[in-house]
């Protein structure tokens, strides 16, 4: 990234001239909180309003809800501060190690997500909520995370994220994000993943069958195996609705709802902020935060070779004691997606684990390739810490 500008250097012509570039051109505002992207046609919009009814339908047993599953509608968990937001609610992981030090998701009890309720009796079963079992050793959470503007990530090509990660490869900072190679069940073949805590799933149809499956039990086109309760696949006997719960119309619908929802609005740009953000990129903070992507070519006008603002450069790093433990794919403990920062005004739990409740005890928590940026953060005066929390509830 180069030498950093000293923060004395800072003056409000800069912040002016820095608030300004980030002002939407034209005189509409930009979409609020949960609306749909700008330019959509008709299909589209009937296409996004489809999504969102099925993303608010409160699926049932009969739908195939369960046995073991988190909850019954997209929205109970994505819902703040519009539907398609996030929550503070936490999903758990757990899991231990190996002699060897490989990550065991302990499948055998039911790893390494936990599905917290059942669907009750059915015939000789009583499908319960699966518990933490004592053998793990490694126990996360996970936040649920906003969906807004996810259409433009699914955009970005993946080259895009490739150069991004051969550039930080040389920041003096170290902080050489990785790319993350997952499978496309669509394909079968090797994808760069963008979505997740864990950069674990590469399109948003795949992030939509994974939770469709995972957090509601509705096993779908990609995901078509049932999660055995607990790790005892022999409880499945009584599973009142087996083989394929959605021939993936339900799937569709959820990624279009998500494809065609706008990112978060930009909130007031003072100079305050203006100031904050030329102290945001002398930190470093802007080295894995990028604050600017462009999509690829798309069919869809609203998403083509558009230029966005996510705050996030979507590879994994190495974050230290702030992984949680738990290995994805080839995301090991100690990794963990770059969280996007549009839109973190409104969300009040922050980190993978919500453990952190300001935007000052989110940064000193940083560590790993985020060190040396939260060591420069520790020194600033009061006021430069000021100016960046102004910043970023600007986003």
């Known amino acids: 990234m180069g030498s950093r500008v000293p923060f004395r250097s800072i003056g409000l012509a800069v912040a002016v001239l820095g608030s300004l570039a980030l002002v939407p051109i034209g005189n509409s505002p930009p979409p609020d909180f949960g609306a749909p992207l700008p330019g959509l046609t008709a299909e589209q919009l009937a296409r996004f309003n489809a999504g969102k009814a099925e993303f608010l339908e409160v699926e049932t047993i009969p739908d195939g809800v369960g046995p073991v599953f988190n909850d019954v ?3 109970t968990c994505h819902s703040v501060p519009a539907v398609g937001g996030g929550s503070t609610r936490l999903e758990t992981r757990f899991g231990t190690l190996l002699a060897n030090g490989q990550f065991d998701p302990l499948s055998q009890f039911g790893g390494s997500l936990i599905q917290s309720q059942g ?14 079992p004592p053998e793990a050793t490694i126990v996360a959470g996970r936040r649920t995370t906003p969906l807004f503007g996810l259409g433009l990530v699914d955009g970005v090509p993946e080259q895009t994220l490739r150069q991004i990660a051969s550039q930080e490869a040389c920041d003096p900072d170290g ?14 073949r090797r994808a760069v993943g963008r979505f997740g805590w864990k950069d674990q799933n590469p399109t948003l149809f795949q992030f939509a069958g994974d939770a469709y499956f995972n957090e509601m039990g509705i096993t779908n086109p990609e995901f078509p195996d049932e999660n055995c309760p607990q790790g005892d696949c022999g409880a499945l006997s009584c599973n009142p609705a087996p083989g394929l719960n959605d021939d993936g119309s339900g799937v569709k619908a959820f990624a279009d709802f998500m494809t065609f929802l706008a990112p978060p609005p930009r909130g007031p740009i003072t100079a305050m902020a203006g100031a904050g953000e030329h102290v ?3 930190l470093g903070c802007a080295g894995c935060h990028r604050s600017d992507l462009q999509t690829g070519s798309s069919p869809v006008a609203a998403l083509d070779r558009k230029t966005f603002h996510p705050y996030s450069d979507f590879l994994l790093h190495d974050m230290g004691s702030l992984g949680d433990g738990v290995t994805q794919n080839r995301a090991t ?14 969300i009040t739990t922050l980190l993978h684990d919500g453990r952190a409740t300001t ?3 989110a940064i000193a928590a940083h560590d790993g390739q985020a060190r040396k940026a939260r060591e420069r953060f520790r020194r600033l005066s009061s006021w430069e810490k000021a100016q960046l929390v102004a910043f970023l509830n600007s986003l």
Do not use: K
């Open 73 to 75: 509608s997209c929205a």
């Open 359 to 361: 935007l000052e005890q």
């Open 333 to 346: 403990g100690r990794l963990m997606r770059t969280a996007p920062l549009w839109g973190v005004r409104r």
């Open 175 to 188: 902080i050489g994000g990785l790319v993350s190679i997952v499978t496309d069940l669509s394909t079968g």
């Open 119 to 132: 669907i009750g009796p059915n015939g000789e079963c009583d499908y319960v909520a699966e518990i933490v």
């Open 280 to 282: 945001f990129h002398n």
